[in-house]
C-alpha cells in the first residue's frame, strides 16, 4: 500500500501538530478524552485485520491518549499499553520475514518504515508517561497515616513495574533485528536510536531503581543499551548521555558502573570506558570542585568500575592522573581507590614484567604521597586502601618499613577519623606481618647481630678466595686504558722537573721482573718507560722478542700484556698452560655453590634487618597509642584497644603494658567502650589454648596471675570490675574455680605469689557471685588465718579481702530492707583474726600493718559486736607492749640504748611495737567512725523504715475498713506525714551518730582515750622519736583519730569533759599543719596531705581557712609528695570542697612538672575542671595574675606552656571575646616588662574572631604605649597574622590592615620617642629585663627553719582586723591586679601567719550535700 507521507520523529510532541513541510505527517485532529475508548476499540479492529500497519490510520487517537495522559482513566492508559506491546510485538516477529524478502518494494517499505517509527514512538511514549506518573506519585506520597496508603502505592506502581520489564525485553529483541534494511540498507537514523534508548535513561533517572526489587529492570535496560551499542553505533550518544546523568543524578554511578563493566566484558565494548574516563578527565578541576554533587557521581563511578574491570581501568588510569591535584577531595579519593584496585588485583604477585613493577611502585608512591594530603577525608582514606592493600597480602616486602613510618606519623594526626584509620592499618600490618608470629625486639636483635657477623665473615671469606677467580687476562683488560694513556705519554715531550730514575737490569728475566712489579704496583708510566728502554737493549731476547708492529707503542704494550698475563715462553715454564688453565677450571667450579650461600646469607640478614625495624616502628606505635585510650573520641578509643588485643597475639613485651592501661576504661561512661575492654579481656584471657579443661584453665589463669604481677591497687580494683562481670554471665568455667581453690589449699604446687594470686582472683570473682566465697569460709579460715598466717601476712591479707565480698556486694534480689549479713561474735573467723593480730603484733614484720588494717576492715563489716573484739585486740596488744616495757625497766643497768628502740626518760621500748600500737590505734579509730555513719545509720533506718511500713500497713487496714469511700484523701495525708517524719527521722539518727563520735568514742571511759595521749606525744616530739616508719604511722593515725573529733587530744591529757572550745581545735590544727609543713621525711608529709583531704570533706568549714597550706604542698620539693598532693586538690576542687580561686595557679604549676606522672595529674585536672561551664575561662585572669608575677618563680618559657595548656580549653567565641578585652585592660595595671609579654602571649593564644578583632581595636588605648617592646609588638604581629590566615570579609580585611598600621606607627613612635630621650638626656635608656635563665627546677625549697608561732589558724575570709591592716607593711612586688580581685578583695587569700587572738570564730560555710542519706 503507496503511503503518500512520511513520519519524522518529533523532537516535541507538539511537532506532530504542525506542518513540518511537503510529505511529512501531521496529526490531523486531538481528540477529547471521552472519544479515546471507543477510539482504541477501533485501533484494536483494524489491527486484527491489518496487523502492525494499522497504525497509518489510527495513530491520531494514541497520540490524544498521549495528549490527554494525566486525565485519562487508569484502565484506558493501561489498555493502550497492553495493545501497543501487541502491536510491537507482532511488528517484530514479521519484521524479519520482511526484510528478508528481497522483492520487497519501495512502498511496502515505507508503509512499514512508518509503521515501526509510529509504533515505536506510541509505546515509548507510554513508558515515559507511565514512568513519569510513577515517580511523581513516590515523590507526592508524603502521607504515612492514610489507612489504604500501601494498598494504594502498590496497586498503582507494581503494575507498571511489573510491566516494564517484558517492554524492555520486547525493545531489545526489536534492536537485535537488523533493522537497516528498512532505511534501504543505510545506516538507521540517529533519531529512531534515541527514541528506544531514550525510554531506558529516563528509567534510570528513577531514584529507586537501584533498590534489589528492580535488579531484572535494571539488566534488562542493561542489555537493551548493549543492543544499541553493538548495533546501531551509538557509543557517542551513550558516552556523553552518561557522563551527564553522572553528573545530575547520585544513585545512578553503581548502575552505570555495573552496566559498563558488562558491556566490556561480555559485548567486547572495552572502547566505551575508555571514551567515559576521557570524558570525566577532560572536566575542569576548578569547575567540580564547584560542583559536589556532580563530583560524588564520578567518583562513585571510577570507585566501581575499577572494583569490577580494574585492568580496564588501568590501560586509561593516565587520563585520570590530572584531577590528583585538583581541588576536589572526592576525586582524589575515587582515583586513589582506583589505583589501590589495581595494585590489588591486577598489579598483585612476584611474576610481574618490569613495566608492571614500575607501575606498581608508581602507584603506591602516589598514595604513599597523599598519606599526608591536605585534606583529612584523603588522609584517611589513603590509609583505609592500604588497609586493604596489607590485607590482600598486594604489597611488596620494599614498601613495608616506609608505609608503616607514615601510619605512626599519622598517629599524631589532627582528625579524629585519621587517627582511627592509622591505627587500623598498623593492627592490619600485624595480621598480615611477613616476618614471625614473635616481635619482640629483644629476641630479633640477637639473631640479627649473630647473623650479621656470619655474613661478614663469609664476604671476607669471599675476597680471600675469591682474587684466583679473576683471569690475568680479565685484570689487564679493565687495566689496558690507563697503560695505554701512560704509554702514549713516552712520546710526548717530557715535563720539567721529570727525572729519569729507572735503568735496565743486566738480564732480561731480571728487567722482566721489573717490569712486572711495576705493573702490580700500578706504576704503568715506569714500566711503560722501562718497557721502551728494554726493547732498544735486548732485541732478539725474550721476552722482548717476538712480532714487531708497525707502532711502536702498540709493540710496548704487546710486551706488556705478555709479562703481566704470563703467556711468554719464559713465564711460569714450570706450570704448563694446560694446567694452568685447568686449574682455574676446577678453582671456579667448587666457588658457585659458596656464592649462593652469601645470597642466601644476604637475604636472611635483609629479612631479620626488616622483621627489627618493622618491631622497633610497632613497638615506637605502641607507645602513642596507648595514650590515646582515653581520647574523648569513641571510636579512636574502640580502635586503640582493638589493636593492643592484636598485639598480644605477636609478643611484643609493651603490649602488656597496653591491656593494664586499658583496665581503668572498665568504668567509663560510654557503654562501648565499657563493651570494647570487656570483649578485649574475653579474647584475650577467656578463651586460653589447650588440650583438655584443665590446661585451659590453667592457660587463664597464669595469664590473669601475670596482670598482677606489681599491679597497683587501682590495676587490681578494675581487673576485680572486669572479672566479677564475667561471673555474673557465667562465662568463668567451674575448673577454673576449682583449681584457683586447689592452688590456695596447696593441693596443686604452685609459688607462694600465685597461691597469693589465686586468693585475690576468687576475691574478685566472690564479687560477682559471693557464694564461691560463702560456701568455703570455712577453707579460707582455717588454711589462709591458721597458725602459719604468720609466716605469710600478705596471704593472710588477702584472705581478709575475699572474706569481705560477702559483706561488700549483696544481691539486688535481696530486697533493701533486709538484714545485712553478719556472723556471730564467736565465729572461729573472728578468733583467727585476734588471735593472727595479736601474736604478730610483738613480732618484727614489715606486712604486718597492712594484714591488721584489712583484719579490722573485716571485723567491723562482719561482726556482730565488732567493737567489742576491737576492744580486746587493742587490750591484748597493749598488755604485750607494756610487758616489753617492763622487760625494759629490768634492764636499766645497761646505759646503752638500741637505735632500733626509743627511749623516753627511764624506759624505752622497741620502735616497731610503738608502730604497731599507733597503727593499730587509727584503724580501729577510723572503722569505728565508719561502722557508726555507715553500718550502724544502715541499721538505724532500716528498722524504722520497717516499722513505718508495718504502721502503714495497719493504718490502711483499719482506715479501708471504717470508711472506704473516703480513703483517697487520708491516705494522701498519711503519706505526706509520713514523710515529713521520715526525714525528720534522718535528721534526728544522724544527729545521734554524730554525738556519738563526738562525745563518746574519746570520753575518758572509752579505750580510745587511753591512747591519744601516746600519739600526740610521737608527734609533738619528732627529736625524741625520730624512726620515719613511726613518725610516719603515728601521723597517718593522728589523722584517723582527728576523722573522730578535731578536739580530741586536750581532754585525754587533762581527763575532763570536752566543751567545744575553739581553742583546743585550734591546737591540734597546728600540730597537723606544722608536721605537714615542717617534716623533714616526705611519708610523713604525704600521710598528712591525705589526712587533711579527708578532714576537709568531713569537717570543710573548720579546714577551709588552712587551704593554703594544703596548696603549698603542690610546691614540695618530693615528688611524691606533690603527686599525692595534687592527686588530693583535685577531688577536693572537683568535689565543691573547696572554693577554688587564684591558689589553683598552683595546680597549673604542675603543668610543667619535671614528673610525667605528676604532669598527667595536672593534665586530668584541668580536664575535669573544664567540663564544668567557664571554670577555667572565670579562674584565667586570677592565674595569669598570679603566674606572670616575677616573685613567683615560674619562667617566661614556662608561663608558655602552662598558658598554651589552659587555653586549648577555650572554645567559645564569647569567651574569646571577653578575655581579649580583660587582657588588653590588665596592660593598664601592669608594671614589669615581663608581664607586658606575658600578657601579649596569652592575646597570640585566642583565636581571634571578627568581633574580637574589633574588641581588640576598642581597646587600643590600653596598650598602644608597650608595642616599643619589640616582644610585645612582636605577640600583636603575630595575632594579626593569624587572622589574615583565617580570611574573612573585605571589611573585616579593611579593619585589619587599620589595626596594623596602629600598631606598625606606635611601635615605630615609641622607638623614635626612645631615641629622642637618649640624645637629649645623655643617658641611656634601661635595657628590657631580662629573662631569668636558670637550669633548675623553679619549686621552693621546703623551709625547716619556720617558727612554730608562724602556724596559727588562718583569719577566715571576712574578717576586717583595723589593727592588723595598719600594722601590715606596704606591698613591695608590682603585680597585676585583675577586677575580679577588686571586686572580691574580701576573699582574697590572707596570709596564714597570724596571731593566736585572731583565731576564727566563725568560718565562711562550704555548701554540701544533705546530711540525710537518700532513701
Excluded at 639473631?447 to 685484570?475: C, F, N, V, Y
Excluded at 566479677?724 to 605469689?753: G, H, M, N, Y
Excluded at 550502724?936 to 533506718?941: G, K
Excluded at 583565617?1286 to 596602629?1302: F, I, R, Y
Aim: contains cysteine; charged residues 25%.
Amino acid at each position: 500500500m503507496a503511503v503518500a507521507w512520511e513520519f519524522h520523529l518529533p523532537f516535541a510532541p507538539a511537532d506532530l501538530l504542525r506542518d513540518g513541510g511537503p510529505g511529512r505527517y501531521v496529526v490531523q485532529e486531538v481528540l477529547p478524552v471521552r472519544d479515546l475508548p471507543p477510539a482504541l476499540t477501533a485501533f484494536r479492529t483494524a489491527f486484527r485485520a491489518r496487523g502492525a500497519l494499522a497504525v497509518l490510520q489510527h495513530f491520531d487517537p494514541l497520540y490524544s491518549l498521549l495528549h490527554h495522559f494525566r486525565a485519562v482513566q487508569t484502565a484506558v492508559k493501561e489498555d493502550a499499553l497492553e495493545l501497543m506491546m501487541q502491536v510491537v510485538s507482532k511488528h517484530s516477529n514479521e519484521l524479519p520475514a520482511i526484510l528478508g524478502d528481497s522483492e520487497l518494494s519501495h512502498a511496502d517499505r515505507s508503509a512499514h518504515l512508518n509503521a515501526l517509527k509510529m509504533n515505536c514512538y506510541l509505546l515509548t511514549g507510554l513508558m515515559d508517561a507511565f514512568e513519569m506518573e510513577t515517580c511523581n506519585n513516590s515523590l507526592l506520597e508524603v502521607d504515612p497515616g492514610g489507612k489504604n496508603k500501601k494498598n494504594r502505592t502498590k496497586t498503582a506502581q507494581s503494575s507498571w513495574e511489573e510491566e516494564r520489564e517484558p517492554l524492555l525485553q520486547l525493545l531489545t529483541q526489536l534492536l537485535q533485528l537488523d533493522l537497516r534494511q528498512l532505511w534501504g540498507g543505510f545506516v538507521v537514523e540517529e533519531e529512531f536510536v534515541s527514541l528506544m534508548t531514550g525510554s531506558c535513561y529516563r528509567i534510570l533517572e528513577n531514584p529507586s531503581i537501584g533498590l534489589q526489587k528492580h535488579r531484572a529492570t535494571r539488566e534488562a535496560v542493561t542489555h537493551l543499551l548493549a543492543a544499541a551499542l553493538v548495533h546501531y553505533d551509538h557509543m557517542f550518544s551513550a558516552t556523553l548521555k552518561i557522563t551527564q546523568m553522572l553528573q545530575h543524578f547520585e544513585h545512578v554511578a553503581p548502575v552505570f558502573a555495573q552496566a559498563v563493566s558488562l558491556w566490556a566484558t561480555e559485548y567486547g565494548l572495552k572502547s566505551l570506558v575508555g571514551e567515559l574516563l576521557r570524558e570525566i578527565g577532560q572536566k575542569s578541576p576548578q569547575d567540580l570542585a564547584r560542583d559536589t554533587s556532580g563530583v560524588k557521581g564520578y567518583a562513585t563511578f571510577i570507585t566501581e568500575l575499577s572494583e569490577r574491570i580494574p585492568a580496564l581501568v588501568l590501560s586509561n588510569m593516565s587520563v585520570l592522573l590530572r584531577h590528583l591535584d585538583g581541588e576536589s577531595y572526592m576525586m582524589r579519593n575515587a582515583i586513589l581507590a582506583a589505583m589501590a584496585e589495581v595494585l590489588t588485583q591486577v598489579l598483585n604477585g612476584d611474576k610481574l614484567e618490569e613495566v608492571a613493577r614500575g607501575t606498581r611502585d608508581q602507584f603506591l608512591n602516589m598514595l604513599q604521597a597523599h598519606i599526608c594530603d591536605i585534606n583529612g577525608f584523603v588522609r584517611s582514606r589513603v590509609l583505609q586502601l592500604f588497609t586493604r592493600i596489607v590485607q590482600r597480602k598486594a604489597l611488596p616486602l620494599t614498601q613495608f618499613q616506609s608505609v608503616v613510618s607514615l601510619a605512626v606519623g599519622r598517629l599524631k594526626d589532627k582528625s579524629v577519623v585519621v587517627v582511627k584509620n592509622a591505627i587500623q592499618l598498623l593492627a592490619a600490618f600485624l595480621s598480615n606481618n611477613p616476618f614471625s608470629c614473635k616481635l619482640s625486639c629483644a629476641d630479633l636483635a640477637e639473631p640479627l647481630k649473630k647473623e650479621t657477623q656470619k655474613l661478614q665473615e663469609m664476604r671476607d671469606h669471599g675476597r680471600s678466595t675469591a682474587a684466583p677467580a679473576i683471569t690475568p687476562e680479565e685484570e689487564w683488560e679493565a687495566m689496558l686504558p690507563e697503560v695505554r694513556a701512560a704509554t702514549q705519554q713516552l712520546f710526548q715531550p717530557p715535563q720539567e722537573g721529570e727525572e729519569e730514575v729507572l735503568e735496565v737490569e743486566e738480564t732480561a728475566e731480571s728487567t722482566s721482573e721489573q717490569i712486572t712489579g711495576l705493573l702490580r704496583k700500578l706504576n704503568y708510566k715506569s714500566a711503560a718507560r722501562l718497557t721502551q728502554k728494554a726493547l732498544c737493549r735486548f732485541q732478539g731476547k725474550e721476552p722482548f722478542s717476538g712480532p714487531t708492529e708497525d707502532n711502536e707503542e702498540a709493540t710496548i704494550l704487546g710486551v706488556l700484556k705478555r709479562l703481566y698475563t704470563g703467556s711468554c715462553p719464559g713465564e711460569n715454564s714450570e706450570d704448563p698452560p694446560r694446567g694452568n688453565s685447568s686449574l682455574n677450571t676446577e678453582e671456579v667450579v667448587p666457588e658457585e655453590q659458596p656464592q649462593s650461600e652469601l645470597v642466601k646469607q644476604e637475604m636472611l640478614v635483609q629479612y631479620l634487618q626488616d622483621a627489627y625495624d618493622f618491631s622497633v616502628k610497632i613497638t615506637e606505635a605502641l607507645s602513642l597509642i596507648s595514650r590515646m585510650m582515653y581520647e574523648n573520641s569513641v571510636s579512636v578509643v574502640q580502635e586503640a584497644i582493638e589493636f593492643f588485643v592484636t598485639v598480644s597475639k605477636f609478643s611484643v613485651p609493651q603490649a602488656l603494658l597496653g591491656v593494664r592501661r586499658m583496665l581503668p576504661l572498665i568504668w567509663s561512661k560510654e557503654p562501648a567502650v565499657k563493651e570494647a575492654v570487656l570483649n578485649a579481656y574475653r579474647r584475650l584471657y577467656l578463651n586460653p589454648t589447650g588440650d583438655s579443661e584443665r590446661a585451659r584453665a590453667q592457660s587463664l589463669v597464669h595469664s590473669l596471675s601475670l596482670i598482677m604481677v606489681d599491679a597497683s591497687l587501682g590495676t587490681i580494683q578494675c581487673l576485680e570490675e572486669i572479672i566479677s562481670e564475667f561471673v555474673q554471665k557465667d562465662e568463668v568455667k567451674p575448673a577454673v574455680i576449682q583449681l584457683l581453690w586447689e592452688r590456695f589449699t596447696e593441693k596443686s604446687q604452685c609459688s607462694s605469689l600465685e597461691r597469693r594470686a589465686a586468693v585475690m582472683l576468687l576475691g574478685m570473682m566472690a564479687r560477682g557471685k559471693p557464694e564461691i566465697v560463702g560456701s568455703n569460709l570455712d577453707v579460707l579460715v582455717t588454711v589462709g588465718l591458721s597458725e602459719k598466717a604468720c609466716e605469710d601476712y600478705r596471704l593472710a591479707q588477702e584472705v581478709c579481702n575475699a572474706i569481705s565480698k560477702l559483706a561488700s556486694n549483696p544481691k539486688p534480689a535481696q530486697g533493701k530492707n533486709k538484714a545485712p549479713f553478719r556472723l556471730p561474735q564467736n565465729h572461729m573467723l573472728f578468733g583467727c583474726l585476734s588471735e593472727t593480730v595479736s601474736k604478730g603484733f610483738a613480732q618484727r614484720s614489715g606486712h604486718w600493718i597492712p594484714f591488721m588494717e584489712a583484719a579490722v576492715m573485716l571485723i567491723y563489716q562482719l561482726a556482730e559486736g565488732a567493737e567489742e573484739i576491737c576492744a580486746q585486740i587493742l587490750q591484748d596488744c597493749s598488755r604485750q607492749a607494756l610487758e616489753k616495757l617492763q622487760e625494759a625497766d629490768g634492764q636499766k643497768a645497761d646505759p646503752a640504748v638500741s637505735p632500733s628502740r626509743v627511749s623516753d626518760g627511764d624506759s624505752s621500748l622497741p620502735t616497731f611495737l610503738l608502730m604497731h600500737l599507733v597503727s593499730l590505734v587509727g584503724q580501729v579509730a577510723l572503722q569505728q567512725v565508719a561502722y557508726l555513719e555507715v553500718s550502724v545509720s544502715a541499721e538505724l533506718r532500716r528498722r524504722r523504715i520497717l516499722r513505718e511500713e508495718e504502721k502503714t500497713k495497719k493504718h490502711s487496714d483499719s482506715s479501708t475498713k471504717k470508711q472506704r469511700p473516703q480513703s483517697t484523701g487520708n491516705e494522701t495525708t498519711m503519706e505526706e506525714e509520713l514523710g515529713l517524719v521520715g526525714a525528720s527521722a534522718d535528721d534526728t539518727e544522724a544527729e545521734l551518730i554524730r554525738s556519738i563520735c563526738e562525745t563518746e568514742l574519746l570520753d575518758e571511759k572509752h579505750l580510745f582515750s587511753a591512747f591519744v595521749p601516746l600519739v600526740l606525744k610521737i608527734c609533738n616530739n619528732p627529736g625524741l622519736y625520730s624512726d620515719p616508719a613511726l613518725s610516719a604511722a603515728a601521723a597517718l593515725a593522728l589523722g584517723k583519730v582527728c576523722m573522730i573529733r578535731w578536739d580530741f587530744g586536750i581532754y585525754a591529757f587533762f581527763s575532763v569533759p570536752c566543751p567545744v572550745s575553739s581553742e583546743f581545735c585550734d591546737s591540734h590544727l597546728r600540730l597537723l599543719f606544722t608536721m605537714m609543713e615542717k617534716s623533714t621525711l616526705p611519708g610523713v608529709r604525704s600521710n598528712l596531705v591525705i589526712a587533711a583531704g579527708d578532714l576537709a570533706i568531713r569537717f570543710p568549714n573548720l579546714v577551709e581557712p588552712w587551704t593554703s597550706h594544703l596548696y603549698a604542698r603542690l610546691r614540695d620539693p618530693c615528688p611524691s609528695v606533690r603527686q599525692t598532693a595534687g592527686l588530693v586538690m583535685t577531688h577536693l576542687i572537683l568535689k565543691d570542697m573547696v572554693k577554688v580561686k587564684g591558689q589553683v595557679s598552683e595546680m597549673a604549676t604542675l603543668l610543667i612538672d619535671p614528673e610525667e606522672a605528676i604532669m598527667g595529674v595536672a593534665q586530668n585536672f584541668f580536664s575535669e575542671l573544664s567540663s564544668k561551664d567557664n571554670a577555667i575561662y572565670n579562674l584565667l585572669p586570677d592565674i595569669i595574675s598570679r603566674l606572670s608575677d616575677p616573685n613567683c618563680g615560674v619562667e617566661e618559657e614556662s608561663f608558655h606552656v602552662i598558658m598554651r595548656h589552659l587555653f586549648s580549653y577555650i572554645t567559645k567565641d564569647k569567651q574569646t571575646e571577653s578575655l581579649v578585652e580583660k587582657l588588653c585592660q590588665r596592660f593598664r595595671t601592669a608594671r614589669t616588662e615581663r608581664q607586658y609579654r606575658d600578657l601579649a602571649h596569652c592575646l597570640t593564644l585566642l583565636a581571634l574572631s571578627e568581633r574580637g578583632l574589633r574588641k581588640l581595636q576598642d581597646n587600643f588605648d590600653c596598650f598602644a604605649d608597650k608595642l616599643q617592646d619589640p616582644a610585645v609588638y612582636s605577640c600583636f604581629q603575630t595575632v594579626m597574622a593569624r587572622f589574615r590566615r583565617a580570611g574573612g570579609k573585605p571589611e573585616t580585611k579593611v579593619l585589619a590592615e587599620e589595626l596594623e598600621q596602629k600598631l606598625a606607627a606606635s611601635h615605630n613612635r615609641g622607638l623614635d620617642s626612645a631615641e629622642t630621650c637618649q640624645e637629649g638626656s645623655g643617658t641611656p635608656m634601661p635595657e628590657p629585663a631580662k629573662r631569668k635563665t636558670t637550669g633548675g627546677s623553679c619549686r621552693h625549697p621546703l623551709n625547716t627553719v619556720n617558727r612554730d608561732e608562724d602556724f596559727v589558724t588562718p583569719k577566715p575570709r571576712n574578717l576586717r582586723n583595723p589593727k592588723r591592716a595598719q600594722k601590715r607593711p606596704p606591698c613591695k612586688k608590682a603585680i597585676i591586679t585583675f577586677s575580679s580581685d577588686e571586686e572580691n578583695s574580701s576573699e582574697d587569700e590572707l596570709s596564714a601567719e597570724l596571731r593566736e587572738e585572731e583565731t576564727p570564730t566563725k568560718t565562711t560555710p562550704i555548701t554540701r550535700s544533705s546530711a540525710r542519706r537518700l532513701r
